[in-house]
């Protein structure tokens, strides 16, 4: 497919996106939204790739959120279906793809860039990256998934202090309070997402699947719950091709050979 806004590669056994407006800093418009969903889909039905790696054109920003631009707009033809349909969609692309998603923070995640960055599934970060969730400063909330996700990640008074004074936070606040997996210089912030994402491929991809829902849908139940969904999730992947083949390659002291079934 052709993007505009977005730029979608295949390299082995990684997909990338890359959210092409650095003239506006990355800013999340309904193009880009678009595009970034019909990327992960493609991304989604595509047998070999493995893993997506996100980051942002340009090195001054991963995304500086919602583009308040058409946004006001938006406003002033009183289009609020529009309205709402915005700030909801910026939530499903990246929190419903169901392989591993990792952000690589090239400058600032700002709002509903930060907001994107949390529904992904590892996030690394360059020295020079900053985060914040700035919508009260603009008259409005955290819309897309910031009230919700922040305090799951970093606890409620962190994500209060972060979401009530909008003030950003540097890369190495962010890996303290647990919002980043780690820091890297900024020369070598998609090596450093590269490397995770080889060692998440060689894995079992029916395995490494299923992991990752048990995880996200385990956080919204109890433990109980939770324990039970990982028990009929482990049968399921337990009974597919691979779940045969790892046991053997490991008997046979050899590489195991994925199938994805």
Same mark, same amino acid.
């Not at 060689?202 to 039970?228: F, I």
């Given at each position: 497919? $052709?993007?505009?806004?977005?730029?979608?590669?295949?390299?082995?056994?990684?997909?990338?996106?890359?959210?092409?407006?650095?003239?506006?800093?990355?800013?999340?418009?309904?193009?880009? @939204?678009?595009?970034?969903?019909?990327?992960?889909?493609?991304?989604?039905?595509?047998?070999?790739?493995?893993?997506?790696?996100?980051?942002?054109?340009?090195?001054?920003?991963? =995304?500086?959120?919602?583009?308040?631009?058409?946004?006001?707009?938006?406003?002033? $033809?009183? %289009?609020?279906?529009? @309205?709402?349909?915005?700030?909801?969609?910026?939530?499903?692309?990246?929190?419903?793809?169901?392989?591993? /998603?990792?952000?690589?923070?090239?400058?600032?995640?700002?709002?509903?860039?930060?907001?994107? %960055?949390?529904?992904?599934?590892?996030?690394?970060?360059?020295?020079?990256?900053?985060?914040?969730?700035?919508?009260?400063?603009?008259?409005?909330?955290?819309?897309? *998934?910031?009230?919700?996700?922040?305090? @799951?990640?970093?606890?409620?008074?962190?994500?209060?202090?972060?979401?009530?004074?909008?003030?950003?936070?540097?890369?190495?606040?962010?890996?303290?309070? *647990?919002?980043?997996?780690?820091?890297?210089?900024?020369?070598?912030?998609?090596?450093?997402?590269?490397?995770?994402?080889?060692?998440? =491929?060689?894995?079992?991809? /029916?395995?490494? @699947? /299923? $992991?990752?829902?048990?995880?996200?849908?385990?956080?919204?139940?109890?433990?109980?719950?939770?324990?039970?969904?990982?028990?009929?999730? =482990?049968?399921?992947?337990?009974?597919?091709?691979?779940?045969?083949?790892?046991?053997?390659?490991?008997?046979?002291?050899?590489?195991?050979?994925?199938?994805?079934?």
């Amino acid at each position: 497919m $052709s993007y505009e806004a977005i730029i979608y590669e295949k390299r082995n056994n990684i997909g990338y996106i890359t959210l092409n407006r650095p003239q506006v800093m990355n800013a999340l418009n309904d193009q880009l @939204r678009r595009e970034l969903g019909e990327a992960l889909q493609e991304a989604r039905y595509d047998s070999e790739v493995a893993v997506v790696i996100l980051t942002g054109a340009g090195d001054r920003a991963f =995304s500086a959120g919602l583009d308040l631009r058409e946004f006001s707009e938006k406003q002033a $033809s009183g %289009a609020m279906a529009a @309205r709402q349909y915005d700030r909801a969609f910026i939530t499903l692309p990246v929190a419903g793809f169901n392989k591993p /998603v990792i952000a690589a923070i090239n400058g600032l995640a700002y709002g509903g860039g930060n907001e994107l %960055a949390m529904q992904c599934d590892i996030i690394v970060a360059a020295e020079n990256a900053t985060f914040a969730q700035m919508e009260v400063k603009r008259g409005l909330i955290p819309g897309a *998934g910031g009230t919700q996700r922040l305090p @799951r990640l970093v606890g409620k008074v962190r994500a209060m202090e972060m979401i009530l004074t909008g003030a950003p936070i540097d890369a190495q606040e962010a890996y303290r309070i *647990g919002l980043v997996n780690r820091v890297v210089p900024a020369a070598d912030l998609i090596p450093a997402a590269e490397r995770i994402a080889e060692l998440i =491929s060689a894995n079992a991809p /029916v395995a490494v @699947r /299923v $992991s990752k829902e048990a995880v996200l849908r385990g956080l919204d139940v109890t433990l109980d719950q939770g324990l039970r969904l990982e028990n009929d999730l =482990s049968n399921i992947s337990g009974a597919t091709e691979d779940a045969k083949e790892g046991p053997r390659a490991f008997a046979e002291k050899r590489a195991p050979h994925w199938k994805g079934r």
